[in-house]
């Protein structure tokens, strides 16, 4: 009996462990920027290029950036996401318009609706690269302190946002106060 | 020469596939330094491309590899060591981006653990071959069997 439980056992842990693997999704990567200061830009503003809106602005408040694209197909599957999640008036929500034409980018907000307080120019993707984007859209909250503290890759859905973001958004509003 | 005809298309069919993914990633790149290009060279080999799963940088044509390989080119010519460019991707994408992990808390298992079962392999091994019991004593009988087959064959 002894015999056939040492295999028994071996081919039970590989299953387990095989299963495991199969649960796990290989186009999450971990993002290494949680709990680190967000990286800095200094970005002219889409509607208005004399404009220049930087990180440094921002401190002070809680703020999400929600990268996306004229090109990018599940940005506009977002879109309703965003704009329920604006009217929300939970924090505010500047848009990072990543290797983008600007008239393209500004013809999608009047078509679609624009939540954002800004959207910024990110032309030639250098942001992008500095803020590890590597899947559009992509969504960073960033509290008071200039710190990630979450990072969405893919679209935002209603559940994300009710489940992840509000509950993080009142947690860090809480820190503070 | 039926052979040779039929080996022609196959040939050139290869020809054709070489081609095309030895042009996956030039750039037209410039550098005043042949020691620049080599380490960029090098980078983008050991970089990953993050949105293809299993290709580097240099061999693949997404536009985030584009981009990464911009990036590279541009700290390079800038005279940035090998170490700074990997620690600059590694900082945004995370050691997913490295095709060798560097040993930390995360990838200790990676690094140790081919070494572990290697280890726990060859302790079962001696055991199973140097198994005590296993062992038939030679007995006297034995031996004079032994002996009587071997004067046989004389």
């Known amino acids: 009996m002894k015999r056939y439980l040492i295999p028994l056992a071996v081919f039970i842990v590989l299953v387990v462990f095989l299963a495991i693997g199969l649960k796990l999704d290989p186009k999450h990567i971990p993002s290494p920027f949680i709990g680190k200061p967000a990286p800095q830009f200094d970005l002219p503003v889409l509607h208005n290029p004399q404009q220049r809106i930087s990180t440094a602005d921002l401190k002070g408040q809680v703020w999400l950036l929600n990268v996306w694209a004229s090109w990018c197909v599940s940005c506009r599957a977002e879109h309703d996401v965003v704009k329920r999640f604006v009217a929300m008036g939970e924090a505010p929500v500047y848009g990072l318009n990543y290797k983008d034409k600007p008239e393209d980018g500004k013809g999608w907000l009047a078509a679609l609706g624009n939540p954002y307080k800004a959207s910024l120019m990110d032309i030639n993707g250098d942001v992008g690269i500095d803020w590890g984007v590597y899947g559009v859209p992509e969504t960073f909250v960033i509290d008071k302190e200039g710190i990630v503290r979450y990072k969405q890759v893919g679209p935002l859905t209603d559940s994300i946002v009710d489940e992840k973001i509000i509950p993080l958004l009142r947690e860090i509003n809480t820190e503070a106060g | ?154």
Do not use: H
């Open chain 2, 1 to 154: 020469m039926w052979v040779r005809r039929g080996l022609l298309p196959v040939t050139l069919l290869l020809l054709f596939f070489v081609s095309f993914s030895s042009q996956a990633a030039i750039d037209a790149y410039q550098f005043d330094d042949p020691e620049k290009e080599a380490l960029y060279k090098k980078l983008i080999k050991e970089l990953r491309c993050t949105v293809c799963q299993n290709q580097d940088i240099g061999d693949s044509n997404a536009e985030l590899a584009k981009d990464l390989r911009r990036k590279t080119y541009e700290m390079v010519s800038k005279g940035e060591d090998e170490e700074f460019v990997l620690d600059y991707m590694s900082q945004r994408y995370g050691d997913f981006v490295l095709y060798r992990p560097r040993l930390n808390t995360s990838t200790l298992m990676l690094w140790i653990g081919p070494f572990i079962i290697l280890i726990i392999a060859v302790f079962l091994l001696i055991r199973f071959i140097r198994r005590p019991g296993d062992e038939v004593p030679f007995t006297e009988t034995d031996k004079a069997q032994a002996e009587q087959l071997l004067e046989r064959e004389e």
